[in-house]
């Protein structure tokens, strides 16, 4: 009798995030707050502006950022106010360049969108997660003493692999 063989499945690549290119200087800004409030077992990541959370690792989505960035200006964003994220503090970001852009991608990747990358996004920059939710409002009464909001550029697209915590990064598209 001979055994039926099958095919191996094939697995499926981890997921890729989005996220978006900020002024250098603003962007070490928030990693030097990251590194100092964020758990260190828990810290695998620098400051980002996540974009979408799980795309599939298909060319179309290269193809799609590229295409998008080389139309795309750098914009100014605004961090706005630091916000409660419960077990977390971040900054919330604004610009009307954000959602229009969000928008237009999920119109175009909708099919292959996560629930959560369907989702409008509120966009802001994590600098601590996963702590009790009395230190997450003791520093953001801290860090609400002197803050004032502050603008920065929005330079581009920056592309990583999701690995079960830490993210590869693959490359950036950089706006006009």
């Given at each position: 009798?001979?055994?039926?063989?099958?095919?191996?499945r094939e697995e499926a690549r981890p997921p890729l995030v989005a996220t978006l290119s900020?002024?250098?200087?603003?962007?070490?800004?928030?990693?030097?707050?990251?590194?100092?409030?964020?758990?260190?077992?828990?810290?695998?990541?620098?400051?980002?502006?996540?974009?979408?959370?799980?795309?599939?690792?298909?060319?179309?989505?290269?193809?799609?950022?590229?295409?998008?960035?080389?139309?795309?200006?750098?914009?100014?964003?605004?961090?706005?106010?630091?916000?409660?994220?419960?077990?977390?503090?971040?900054?919330?970001?604004?610009?009307?360049?954000?959602?229009?852009?969000?928008?237009?991608?999920?119109?175009?990747?909708?099919?292959?969108?996560?629930?959560?990358?369907?989702?409008?996004?509120?966009?802001?920059?994590?600098?601590?997660?996963?702590?009790?939710?009395?230190?997450?409002?003791?520093?953001?009464?801290?860090?609400?003493?002197?803050?004032k909001p502050f603008s920065f550029a929005v330079t581009g697209f920056r592309l990583w692999?999701?690995l079960g915590g830490p993210w590869e990064y693959l490359e950036s598209y950089d706006f006009?």
């Amino acid at each position: 009798m001979e055994q039926a063989h099958t095919m191996p499945r094939e697995e499926a690549r981890p997921p890729l995030v989005a996220t978006l290119s900020i002024d250098p200087s603003v962007q070490e800004y928030f990693n030097e707050l990251r590194r100092t409030y964020f758990p260190p077992e828990r810290n695998y990541l620098d400051a980002h502006l996540t974009l979408f959370h799980a795309l599939p690792d298909e060319p179309g989505i290269r193809e799609e950022l590229q295409r998008v960035a080389r139309q795309q200006p750098s914009f100014d964003a605004v961090a706005e106010q630091i916000v409660s994220l419960g077990y977390g503090t971040a900054f919330k970001i604004v610009a009307p360049a954000l959602p229009a852009l969000h928008q237009q991608l999920q119109k175009h990747w909708h099919d292959a969108l996560t629930n959560q990358d369907r989702q409008k996004r509120n966009f802001h920059i994590t600098i601590q997660n996963k702590v009790e939710p009395a230190r997450a409002k003791a520093l953001q009464a801290e860090l609400g003493h002197a803050f004032k909001p502050f603008s920065f550029a929005v330079t581009g697209f920056r592309l990583w692999r999701y690995l079960g915590g830490p993210w590869e990064y693959l490359e950036s598209y950089d706006f006009l």
